[in-house]
């Protein structure tokens, strides 16, 4: 009998243990991979993370006044990757959502682009792919979850900012529908590859996207950015 009522303390004190896992949101609007490696240290690796995902090459293809090629973008992409992975951190890159033109080019100069903009992203997810084989780190194709929905769709779409969901004529950044998304589409790639630990810090490092543009608490892991979003998600699923 006695036990029995130890084994059952013992459970009760397991299954109430607090849940340590941190989420940090370390997005910059309009960086690039070469903005990345400049702060790299500092709002990264200093931070001692066990998991970092990396989201970044919008403003490196489609900011007008940073665009880079594709070699440089490589490069950059692989330096970023070697520091975090000299670090013991695990690395998960993760390719940017499609833009919908049509917006982007209110913004940006059209005779600069070569390639449609949305083939430049695709091929970002391309590199980015072949740059986590290459070095053994993750690579989880968020891009394929947009285009799964045909997104994003000029004016009818609730999950990249356009005139009719937001009255912003954007195109680029995603509403807080959008960063849920984002932030459910990450945790199942957690999830199914084993990287979900109760006393992870995860780093989440990019650009606006990744900082929360356009919603409550950007910058924070507060209100509705992505990284708000998965640190809910996984205190939520060591709580349970």
Known sequence: MKKVILLL?????????????????AGVGGNTTKDLLVRIDRDVIDLNPDLVIVMVGTNDMLNSRKMVSYSDYTSNLELLVKKMLDADCKVILMSPPPVDSA???TRHERSLFTQAPNVKIDSVGMIAATVAKLHNA?????????????????????FINNERNSGKTDGVH?????????????????KENKLLKSENRTVCVGDSITMGSGVDGAGTT????????LSRLIHTYFSN
């Not at 009760?12 to 243990?17: E, P, V």
């Not at 993750?138 to 609730?158: G, I, K, S, V, W």
């Not at 995603?174 to 957690?190: D, H, K, M, R, S």
């Open 9 to 25: 303390v013992l459970s009760m004190l397991i299954t109430s243990l607090p849940v340590s896992a941190q989420v940090i949101n």
């Open 103 to 105: 917006y982007l080019f």
């Open 138 to 158: 993750f690579f989880f194709d968020l891009n394929a979850q947009f285009r799964d929905l045909n997104l994003p769709r000029h004016n009818e779409d609730l």
């Open 174 to 190: 995603p509403t807080a529908l959008g960063y849920q998304f984002i932030a459910e589409n990450a945790f199942l790639f957690l």
């Open 222 to 229: 507060k209100g509705s950015t992505y990284p708000a979003e």
